[in-house]
């Protein structure tokens, strides 16, 4: 025991060199090698980002604030730590790196979002998902999920969700019931699913969190481009998670989170002939999209909120 008890220590700091090292010898004893090694580049990373900018007292305090901040507005409904991910790039940079099968194929991935939900309600094919009156003008999406070799895989859960045109999801606003705009679907025999929903349109961000003042104080536009988000599910495959963007959005190019990539730009298309729905007249829109799941482990994310 006696022998042991020196083992954490790291020595006294005598110099601004001596820190670093220090830090990293004090955790070098984690059992956990992924542990040790995602805790040493954050040290190595995080003390080189210090000296580079070198934080004034007051400037710290703010850094401290703003994490603090990220704590404080994050609910059961709300998840701010995504969303300071998504505005700095990371949450797009982590599934980029982390889809295309590590190089072979373009990623065809997004960010989750803070807003997806478990157990969306389970739609027939054809359905709506427009839950309660909800304005905009319909639109009727045919989908298809394939493997990489492009057979159809059946049986896969499809959750769809997104924004209303007042800009919000269901969790949000009070003026939709619950699971508006959210739906479940299980892929038939040819990988096929269909709904009814209406149109998506670009919407801003929440900014009553920290990130709100950065981006106001960096003159971006706190907006998403219109887009459907997907999460896929299916033992064998690779949980796909994805959105499928509206090419004319006047957004497209500076999406607040950096998520639109080409693979990502939808045949959303404006008809003015008949539509799938009696009730329908005058313009509708349709969307005709295959997605792709690759093999892999099908796991499912951890929902941001309940
Ligand atoms: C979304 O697409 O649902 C979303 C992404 C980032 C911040 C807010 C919303
Ligand atoms: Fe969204």
């Given at each position: 025991m006696a022998d042991n008890d020196d083992f954490d220590k790291y020595g006294i700091i005598t110099s601004i060199d001596d820190i670093t090292p220090a830090v990293i010898r004090a955790m070098s004893h984690a059992e956990n090698p992924r542990l040790r090694e995602v805790m040493e580049a954050f040290v190595r990373h995080m003390h080189a980002f210090v000296r580079e900018v070198r934080p004034t007292d007051e400037e710290f305090e703010i850094g401290i604030d703003f994490l603090n901040g990220i704590g404080k507005t994050t609910t059961d409904k709300y998840n701010d730590a995504i969303l300071f991910s998504d505005v700095f790039g990371i949450s797009t940079l982590v599934t980029l790196l982390n889809n295309g099968m590590g190089g072979p194929m373009e990623p065809a991935t997004a960010l989750l979002g803070p807003f997806w939900r478990m157990n969306s309600p389970l739609t027939e094919h054809g359905a709506s998902i427009v839950r309660c009156p909800t304005e905009g003008p319909a639109m009727f999406a045919n989908m298809r999920i394939t493997d990489n070799q492009g057979q159809p895989i059946a049986g896969a859960e499809v959750d769809v969700w997104h924004a209303s045109s007042v800009g919000m999801y269901d969790v949000q606003d009070n003026g939709q019931v619950e699971w508006n705009l959210r739906g479940k679907f299980i892929t038939d025999a040819d990988g096929r699913f269909s709904f009814r929903s209406i149109r998506p349109v670009g919407y801003p961000i929440p900014?009553?969190?920290?990130?709100g003042p950065i981006l106001a104080a960096q003159k971006r536009k706190p907006q998403r481009p219109a887009h459907l988000h997907f999460l896929a599910f299916k033992p064998g495959f690779k949980t796909l998670i994805t959105q499928i963007f509206l090419a004319d959005d006047p957004d497209i190019e500076r999406d607040v989170t950096f998520g639109v990539t080409p693979h990502l730009i939808g045949d959303y298309k404006r008809q003015t002939g008949p539509a799938p729905a009696a009730d329908v007249t005058g313009e509708w829109f349709s969307l005709d999209h295959t997605l792709v799941m690759v093999p892999g482990e099908a796991v499912l994310p951890k929902p941001p909120i309940d």
């Open positions: 900014t009553h969190g920290p990130s």
